[in-house]
């Protein structure tokens, strides 16, 4: 008796343990994992520029974006930049205002900003100051950075 009871615990025991394995697989499966695109190019690197913010765009369709300009970057990004292109792409202006569209956040350091004399104030609408907090809240997967 004591031989049957303890086998039909165990045999309990393990299916509980399967039927929650599945359970968390099935979470896990659900979550994404996020992107950042690292921008420290300005316009004289057109190329790298344009296809930062293409990808960004891109990997937007199934993945959390995050989109962190500095360095020379932050000059893609001001109010009174000039557009940004290079054949094939869509223009600087057209991926930032596409990918603003979709929801994604794009930052602008906030030293380098400092460093050119510049402020919040003289980024285009919907670019925000970075906070070192939303690199890691963006998102509840894996973190990947993409730098140009």
Sequence with gaps: MKNIISTSL???LFIFSILFSQEKIANDAKVRDGILIHISSGPENAH???????MATIMAMDK?????????GIEVVLKDANDITHPTF??????????LEKGINIYACPSCLKAAG???ADLMTGIQVA???RFFDFTKGRILTLDY
Aim: aromatic residues 2%; positive net charge.
């Design 10 to 12: 165990i045999a309990i």
């Design 48 to 54: 790298k520029v344009v296809m930062a913010l293409k």
């Design 64 to 72: 959390d974006v995050l989109v962190y300009l500095d360095i020379k």
């Design 90 to 99: 869509p223009s600087a202006q057209e991926s930032i205002k596409l990918l």
């Design 118 to 120: 510049k402020s919040g």
């Design 131 to 133: 906070n070192k907090d």
